[in-house]
Nanobody, 115 residues
Framework: QVQLVESGGGLGQPGGSLRLSCAAS????????MDWFRRAPGKEREWVAS???????NYANSAKGRFTISRDDAKNTVYLQMNSLKPEDTAVYYC?????????WGTGTLVTVSS
């Protein structure tokens, strides 16, 4: 079993920054990928970014150029640095990984972007 715990959400200003963290209960070194998703109010959950074992990242168009995903295998933690925040980034952000034939999700952290 893998437990994922997100933190770092809160109120952000438009144009400001927040950094989300996802702490895993075990080693993530062998995980092929870890991901961030989000669900905005009244919308479907959408993929935001993924990071792979070698450290390469992929981003949704909405995140490109503003968000950076990174991983610290020594701390079993994945981060999402969010810059140039927009009100449309308001959502619950979820950490996810698919391993051992199973999807693992965190419980989410709420990000609200408002002045």
């Amino acid at each position: 079993q893998v437990q994922l715990v997100e933190s770092g959400g809160g109120l952000g200003q438009p144009g400001g920054s927040l950094r989300l963290s996802c702490a895993a209960s075990g080693s993530i070194f062998s995980f092929n990928s870890m991901d961030w998703f989000r669900r905005a109010p009244g919308k479907e959950r959408e993929w935001v970014a993924s990071i792979f074992r070698g450290g390469d990242g992929n981003y949704a168009n909405s995140a490109k150029g503003r968000f950076t995903i990174s991983r610290d295998d020594a701390k079993n933690t994945v981060y999402l640095q969010m810059n140039s925040l927009k009100p449309e980034d308001t959502a619950v952000y979820y950490c996810h990984t698919y391993n051992y034939g199973t999807n693992f999700w965190g419980t989410g952290t709420l990000v609200t972007v408002s002045s």
